[in-house]
């Protein structure tokens, strides 16, 4: 019997060696000899804007001549397409593209026709206006949650156009819509979720446990974390802010707000309950148990552990793990979207001209920052910012925008890897 055990955890033990190296022996697709510098703005073509290693290719997937949605009253308007994600679960799963716009009242108030969600469909290549209301405000930030529905959300610090199933908010609102389990082209309900808080949204993202996190992306913004009170249901939970002890990175909690208050105005229900500030916050992602969040104007990016006390650290940072940008030198500056690559990688983009991309490795020797940062693409396109960079289900494409270019026409492109 203890010799029929013996073979058969060998069996095991073979078949699992030669699994890992099965997996070990699949190529990295996105591994590339990093770019030494910056690319010169205005040297490469509209539809090909990004200088990439070698190896890498990139197609314009939509752009404003194809999708104007501001066509009625200001045919020439910005679409600014914002952020991105894909239909991530369920019948379909991976086919459409979602996007936000960040689109705000100018002046006349009267003109402004409103923010949007538009869909693409990526097996034809079609896209349209999925929904737009006159009420949205810098719609930014959008993600897939696991329950499958769509969370998107308004990036204004003062709203100017009230919410009429929530009037009293001051700042931006978090929303939610289901698309049609068959059809994912529709929309089955949109619904405010004022638990969330008001602030100036931008990134969110969720956890394993169903735990939604959000910032309010201003020069003293707090990180909050949603603990709703069922998995899934959004309308009624406990909104928490970071609190970091003795500075920005170190040991932390988090603080109950005031959900009454916050509803109204979370920046200040954040303040009274104590939360540790930083110099704009903007996009979240989450890599396994760890929550990484852009901090623009500290170029840096934060690094969130897990639980109820988690340790906070300075994963990326100018000057610390990656050069600093300077009038000599191309460096780290301004960063602000973030994504996940499929080998646990977070990928980084700056808010920033030229706009560059950068990757930064995990921490595998356990000090508390990313082991390797290096530049992977920099945007020509004058005045313009990379946004929305994002892997969907397809390990082999990484989505991304360019928005508020000099000239107009901004687009969403595909990267791929070339080789095979």
């Given at each position: 019997?203890?010799?029929?055990?013996?073979r058969?955890?060998?069996?095991?033990?073979?078949?699992?060696?030669?699994?890992?190296?099965?997996?070990?022996?699949?190529?990295?697709?996105?591994?590339?000899?990093?770019?030494?510098?910056?690319v010169?703005?205005?040297?490469?073509?509209?539809?090909?804007?990004?200088?990439?290693?070698?190896?890498?290719?990139?197609?314009?997937?939509?752009?404003?001549?194809?999708?104007?949605?501001?066509?009625?009253?200001?045919?020439?308007?910005?679409?600014?397409?914002?952020?991105?994600?894909v239909n991530?679960?369920?019948?379909?799963?991976?086919?459409?593209?979602?996007?936000?716009?960040e689109?705000?009242?100018?002046?006349?108030?009267?003109?402004?026709?409103?923010?949007?969600?538009?869909?693409i469909?990526?097996?034809?290549?079609?896209?349209?206006?999925?929904?737009?209301?006159?009420?949205?405000?810098?719609?930014?930030?959008?993600?897939?949650?696991?329950?499958?529905?769509?969370l998107?959300?308004?990036?204004t610090?003062?709203?100017?156009?009230?919410?009429?199933?929530?009037?009293?908010?001051?700042?931006?609102?978090?929303?939610e819509?289901k698309?049609?389990?068959?059809?994912?082209?529709?929309l089955?309900?949109?619904k405010?979720?004022?638990?969330?808080?008001?602030?100036?949204?931008?990134?969110?993202?969720?956890?394993?446990?169903?735990?939604?996190?959000?910032?309010?992306?201003?020069?003293?913004?707090?990180?909050?974390?949603?603990?709703?009170?069922?998995?899934?249901?959004?309308?009624?939970?406990?909104?928490?802010?970071?609190?970091?002890?003795?500075?920005?990175?170190?040991?932390?909690?988090?603080?109950?707000?005031?959900?009454?208050?916050?509803?109204?105005?979370?920046?200040?229900?954040?303040?009274?309950?104590?939360?540790?500030?930083?110099?704009?916050?903007?996009?979240?992602?989450?890599?396994?148990?760890?929550?990484?969040?852009?901090?623009?104007?500290?170029?840096?990016?934060?690094?969130?552990?897990?639980?109820d006390?988690?340790?906070?650290?300075?994963?990326?940072?100018?000057?610390?793990?990656?050069?600093?940008?300077?009038?000599n030198?191309?460096?780290?500056?301004?960063?602000?979207?973030?994504?996940?690559?499929?080998?646990?990688?977070?990928?980084?983009?700056?808010?920033?001209?030229?706009?560059?991309?950068?990757v930064?490795?995990?921490?595998?020797?356990?000090?508390?920052?990313?082991?390797?940062?290096?530049?992977?693409?920099?945007?020509s396109?004058?005045?313009?910012?990379?946004?929305?960079?994002?892997?969907?289900?397809?390990?082999?494409?990484?989505?991304i925008?360019?928005?508020?270019?000099?000239?107009g026409?901004?687009?969403?492109?595909?990267?791929?890897?070339?080789?095979?």
């Open positions: 019997m203890a010799l029929r055990g013996s058969q955890i060998l069996v095991l033990l073979t078949i699992t060696l030669s699994i890992n190296l099965v997996f070990a022996a699949q190529p990295d697709n996105w591994s590339f000899v990093p770019l030494k510098h910056s010169t703005p205005g040297s490469l073509p509209d539809d090909k804007p990004f200088m990439l290693p070698e190896g890498f290719g990139q197609t314009t997937l939509i752009d404003e001549n194809r999708l104007n949605i501001f066509s009625r009253t200001r045919p020439a308007a910005a679409d600014w397409p914002d952020m991105n994600t991530e679960t369920g019948k379909h799963a991976g086919r459409y593209l979602y996007r936000t716009h689109v705000r009242p100018g002046k006349n108030i009267d003109d402004y026709e409103g923010g949007a969600l538009s869909i469909d990526l097996a034809t290549g079609k896209g349209h206006v999925l929904a737009q209301r006159r009420d949205w405000e810098a719609l930014d930030g959008i993600v897939w949650t696991p329950w499958g529905t769509l998107f959300a308004e990036e610090g003062n709203a100017r156009l009230p919410d009429p199933d929530h009037p009293e908010a001051r700042r931006g609102l978090l929303y819509a698309p049609d389990l068959n059809h994912p082209g529709k089955q309900w949109i405010v979720r004022p638990a969330l808080g008001s602030m100036a949204h931008e990134g969110i993202e969720v956890d394993a446990h169903g735990n939604v996190y959000v910032i309010d992306e201003y020069q003293h913004g707090a990180i909050y974390r949603f603990v709703p009170d069922s998995y899934g249901n959004l309308e009624q939970g406990q909104l928490q802010a970071l609190q970091v002890s003795g500075g920005k990175t170190g040991k932390g909690r988090w603080l109950a707000v005031a959900g009454d208050a916050a509803r109204i105005d979370a920046r200040s229900a954040a303040a009274e309950a104590g939360a540790t500030t930083y110099c704009r916050p903007e996009d979240i992602e989450r890599i396994g148990q760890t929550i990484f969040v852009a901090l623009t104007c500290e170029d840096a990016v934060l690094a969130i552990g897990a639980g006390a988690p340790v906070v650290r300075f994963f990326v940072k100018a000057g610390t793990n990656v050069p600093g940008e300077s009038a030198q191309s460096g780290f500056r301004a960063p602000d979207n973030l994504a996940a690559d499929p080998g646990g990688r977070l990928w980084i983009v700056e808010d920033n001209s030229p706009s560059d991309i950068w930064a490795w995990p921490d595998a020797d356990g000090n508390g920052t990313a082991d390797r940062v290096e530049l992977f693409g920099s945007l396109t004058p005045g313009a910012e990379a946004s929305g960079i994002y892997f969907g289900t397809d390990p082999g494409r990484m989505f925008n360019t928005q508020h270019s000099f000239h026409n901004d687009r969403t492109l595909i990267i791929s890897p070339e080789r095979n």
